[in-house]
């Protein structure tokens, strides 16, 4: 429990959590086993195979549960928003409609021993298409905030990075969508050869997913940048030594990717392509893992009251099933076809991650905001000015933040109102702005006396 004690979880969220881990877990088994299934023909096809595989389709059914805490955190802007209403309802439908699918083929399997492959081009198109939506029209409201407001990088950053994750993941779906509908049978057993595509030096599938690969870098990097750009206002609150090294971890990891790519490692032999594959998925877990655990440090640093903990604790799960979902393809048409769970998730943590960022973005922002008024309506008073460098100081700041508390807390609810996402300003975090504003303000007035 030393773990979770280090979240500082509340009983439910221990339950969430630990389903969340085990979903998790089996999401990395699923796509360990997806990416080397020309060499597990055996186990695949054995009892253990459908065994495991039947238990992953059912394990599927925990999409609702992820479905419900996420409407929960987003209740406020779901009430003022016809978009995250319409997007709410598309992420359970598409949710909804693969697991039917995952049941019927799971039924298939079980009763016919095969499956039809047309079945899969659900999981190939749909989570797909659904989550690069997702992250294009959000992309499109972060590049319109930006255009409002240039310095603000962190909206800049992330916008980049949903439209490249929406143009990659259509890219990469209609491939895999070929690849499917030009498989030789449309029915699956065990006897069916597990097709892996070795494409040749420069052929048009070769580029096709190289390109891919580059665009996924170049999220990254994005999502990379914008994260360090967004938590770094918190990071002396766990020191900046520490907070440096856990953003460091996930670069080097990431890094691991281009050893195939820039042929720094022999893929040549059988041996070394099945240990590169697992290592490459598992370090793409690990970075999404690491990710998970800067913002999920980060939140746990933050006031239990204040809505941004929510928000980034939010982020940080979607970022963890993220970039585990996001490696899933159905394209081998394996037998039983592993990666089903995966597809299942790859919406509902795309819905996580862009509307954590979104709600955290937004709620920093009127945080910001609130800051201005504090510091705008504390030098327009004569009093507070008056008794800057005094030595009742102390007293004069708990005193005018006690005069604003109901100002602000008029200003937070009118922004929530608007935007249907909270953001508050705890009495502890108003005084220690505004011995902020003190300090500052003595700082113009000695330079000021020294000229």
Excluded at 62 to 71: A, G, L
Excluded at 328 to 356: D, E, H, K, N
Aim: net charge neutral.
């Amino acid at each position: 429990m030393s773990f979770l004690r280090t979240f500082n979880f509340t009983k439910n969220d221990t339950k969430f959590l630990v389903i969340f881990l085990i979903v998790s877990f089996f999401c990395i088994i699923e796509i360990s086993i997806l990416n080397v299934a020309d060499f597990l023909i055996d186990f695949l096809i054995s009892s253990y195979g459908i065994i495991l595989f039947s238990f992953m389709v059912v394990l599927s059914l925990t999409f609702y549960i992820f479905y419900k805490d996420v409407k929960s955190v987003n209740k406020n802007i779901l009430n003022t928003s016809i978009l995250f209403r319409a997007i709410d309802k598309s992420v359970l439908f598409v949710g909804t409609i693969l697991i039917i699918i995952s049941f019927f083929i799971l039924s298939e399997i079980l009763f016919n021993s095969y499956y039809y492959k047309s079945s899969l081009l659900p999981f190939t198109i749909l989570p797909n298409f659904l989550s690069s939506l997702i992250f294009g029209i959000f992309s499109f409201k972060f590049f319109q905030w930006y255009k409002n407001n240039r310095e603000s990088y962190v909206v800049l950053l992330f916008g980049l990075a949903f439209i490249i994750f929406c143009f990659s993941n259509i890219f990469v779906s209609v491939g895999d969508a070929y690849l499917i509908s030009t498989h030789k049978s449309e029915l699956i057993d065990p006897s069916t050869e597990v097709t892996y595509y070795d494409f040749e030096e420069g052929s048009f599938f070769n580029v096709y997913f190289d390109l891919y690969a580059f665009l996924d870098l170049g999220m990254f990097f994005c999502f990379y940048l914008g994260s360090i750009l967004m938590l770094y206002p918190y990071s002396r609150k766990i020191g900046r030594t520490k907070f440096w090294l856990l953003m460091l971890i996930p670069l080097i990891s990431q890094l691991f990717t281009l050893v195939d790519s820039f042929n720094i490692m022999d893929t040549d032999t059988d041996e070394n392509l099945f240990y590169f594959y697992l290592v490459s998925i598992w370090e793409q877990a690990l970075v999404g893992f690491l990710f998970g655990f800067v913002f999920w440090k980060i939140s746990k640093q933050i006031d239990e009251d204040n809505p941004i903990r929510k928000y980034l604790r939010m982020v940080g799960l979607g970022f963890i099933l993220f970039y585990i979902s996001n490696q899933s393809s159905v394209f081998l048409s394996s037998y039983p076809p592993f990666g089903l769970l995966c597809l299942t998730m790859l919406t509902i943590s795309a819905y996580f991650v862009v509307t954590g960022l979104y709600s955290s973005a937004i709620s920093i922002s009127q945080n910001l905001n609130l800051r201005k008024s504090i510091k705008k309506i504390s030098l327009n008073d004569a009093n507070f000015l008056s008794s800057i460098g005094k030595g009742e100081m102390e007293g004069t700041v708990k005193k005018t933040v006690s005069n604003l508390k109901n100002i602000i807390n008029e200003q937070e609810k009118e922004m929530e109102e608007k935007t249907g996402i909270e953001t508050q300003l705890s009495t502890n975090e108003m005084e220690d702005y505004l011995q902020q504003v003190v300090e500052e303000t003595l700082k113009v007035r000695n330079k000021k006396k020294s000229n």
